[in-house]
C-alpha cells in the first residue's frame, strides 16, 4: 500500500538516520510513518549484548527482524517485544527432590 505522504516518512528517514551530526536522534528510538523504530547498536546497548553476538543471532535467524536502509541497520520495537515474549522462560515445574539421609 502506497501512503499519500510517503515524501514525509522518507524524510522522517533521513533525519532519523543522522545520527553523526545529531546525537540526541541516535540516543534513542524514533517515530517513523507511526512505528517506533531503534538502531541495532541502541538496542544492543539495552539488551547487554555486543553488536558481534546480534549479528550472529541474525545470521542463524534468532535474531529480531531488522529494516536495513544503506547502512543502517532498524528494528522495529513492536517486534522485539514479541520477539522478546516469545524467548520468554516460565517458572519450573515444582518438583521434589530427593534427599539423602534422614528427613529434617
Excluded at 540526541?24 to 555486543?50: D, F, H, K, M, N
Excluded at 520495537?77 to 534422614?102: A, D, F, M, T, Y
Amino acid at each position: 500500500m502506497v501512503h499519500a505522504n510517503v515524501p514525509d516518512q522518507m524524510f522522517a528517514v533521513e533525519t532519523a538516520l543522522q545520527s553523526r551530526d545529531n546525537p540526541s536522534v541516535a540516543a534513542g528510538p524514533v517515530q517513523i510513518a507511526g512505528r517506533t523504530y531503534a538502531t541495532v547498536g541502541w538496542l544492543c546497548e539495552r539488551l547487554g549484548i555486543s553488536t558481534r553476538t546480534f549479528a550472529r543471532w541474525h545470521a542463524t535467524r534468532t535474531a529480531p527482524p531488522v529494516i536495513e536502509i544503506g547502512r543502517q541497520r532498524l528494528v522495529d520495537l513492536q517486534k522485539v517485544s514479541g520477539w522478546l515474549e516469545s524467548h520468554e522462560i516460565g517458572p519450573l515445574p515444582n518438583r521434589q527432590r530427593h534427599r539423602i539421609g534422614p528427613a529434617a
